[in-house]
């Protein structure tokens, strides 16, 4: 054999080696995750949560998925990957990424004045409304007082009854310059979004995402979840015995579609998490990524939430997600709530690993069990590079 070939025959054989030892690495990063997959579901078994599923992402693919518990304690009907859950606030991220999408396109104008298409939206003070734009109710930045009117979305209200009651309400800032989690005021970007596409809310989100990423028991609005035949009932803790019983399915924040409209199993959840990781890019384009995940409004009492407390340096607010420094990696993350349920969905851009977690127990185990995972991750990427 001739000295190139030879050279060729070591080259191969280093790469070889080479791709062995990548495979190894890979290997051993999607053990130690499904690891914790499973540290996080014997964490929620133990808090005697009734029910859920937890799906990892590492590098586009699905390392770990496992479902638990029941979807209701009457019924004692198991939660398997397709079990819908209402997905409560983990909504947003489909209405910021719908909107960055859409101004991507040139279709909608981030300045554009929520009043614009909602009328009967008016502030204590002419002109006040006027100022808040698409950008500042996606962003949270209205300058309202938070969460304002929820407990008449609660109370069963219309938005047709309660959008005229804003006209009582002084703001606490100038738009743009503090942070107020809303619902009601995250929600009147659907006439919007509606007119610049020309369909209805949940014909656009089943048309953009649903169909293309086979997100195929994904639904919005109540009817859609209450069709669901494999679906999880809500469940919330006595207060004197501190069990879990199941508890009435409200319909009540189905009002605001936007903000908590989309029903989906951990299967759905876990494809979109895909996407947005930037894995399907003929569906969400890097810059529709780039542009909703970009920071806007600060959120500093984010950092003092309970379980997450001491690892949040910073906290943002973008179109539908939350921006964090957590433990100095960049985290893209969204939670939700509503009686009954618990949501949860992240990931890390530079690691490319995520995370997905539904539950149907209203209990704080779900957000420790987050926080934990990333705890462990971020250990895990700083172990790495000091050991390099």
């Avoid at 909107?99 to 991507?104: E, F, G, R």
Wanted: charged residues 20%; positive net charge.
């Amino acid at each position: 054999m001739s000295w190139v070939g030879r050279a060729i025959g070591a080259l191969e054989a280093a790469l070889l080696a080479a791709g062995a030892l990548l495979c190894a690495a890979s290997g051993a990063m999607a053990s130690d995750l499904a690891a914790l997959g499973r540290d996080g579901v014997r964490l929620m078994q133990e808090a005697r949560v009734p029910g859920g599923a937890v799906a990892i992402v590492d590098g586009g693919e699905v390392v770990f998925e496992q479902a638990f518990g029941v979807r209701s304690l009457k019924s004692g009907e198991p939660v398997t990957p397709e079990t819908v859950f209402p997905l409560a606030s983990v909504s947003k991220t489909f209405a910021g990424t719908l909107a960055a999408d859409l101004i991507v396109a040139g279709k909608l104008d981030p300045n554009q004045p929520v009043r614009q298409l909602n009328p009967s939206f008016r502030l204590r003070q002419p002109g006040q409304a006027d100022a808040i734009t698409l950008e500042h109710a996606l962003s949270h930045a209205s300058g309202l007082v938070p969460n304002a009117y929820d407990n008449l979305i609660e109370a069963g209200q219309s938005l047709d009854v309660i959008l005229p009651k804003f006209s009582r309400i002084r703001p606490v800032c100038r738009p743009g310059r503090c942070y107020g989690y809303q619902n009601i005021v995250f929600s009147l970007v659907e006439p919007a979004v509606v007119s610049a596409a020309g369909e209805s809310y949940a014909d656009l989100i089943a048309h953009k995402y649903f169909e293309p990423l086979e997100m195929i028991t994904a639904s919005t609005g109540y009817e859609g979840f209450r069709l669901s035949v494999n679906k999880a009932y809500p469940h919330a803790t006595a207060r004197r015995s501190r069990t879990f019983q199941q508890v009435r399915h409200s319909k009540d924040y189905y009002t605001v579609l936007p903000a908590a409209g989309v029903n989906a199993s951990l299967r759905d959840m876990a494809r979109w998490l895909v996407a947005h990781m930037g894995h399907r890019p003929e569906v969400i384009a890097p810059d529709v990524v780039a542009l909703a995940t970009e920071k806007r409004t600060r959120t500093k009492k984010e950092t003092q939430r309970r379980f997450w407390r001491g690892h949040l340096k910073d906290a943002h607010y973008g179109l539908g997600w939350r921006i964090y420094d957590f433990d100095g990696e960049h985290l893209i993350f969204h939670g939700g709530g509503l009686h009954g349920y618990r949501t949860g969905i992240g990931y890390a851009p530079a690691l490319g690993i995520g995370i997905v977690v539904l539950t149907n127990g209203e209990s704080g185990a779900s957000s420790r069990m987050l926080a934990e995972f990333w705890t462990e991750v971020t250990k895990g990427r700083s172990q790495s590079v000091a050991a390099r």
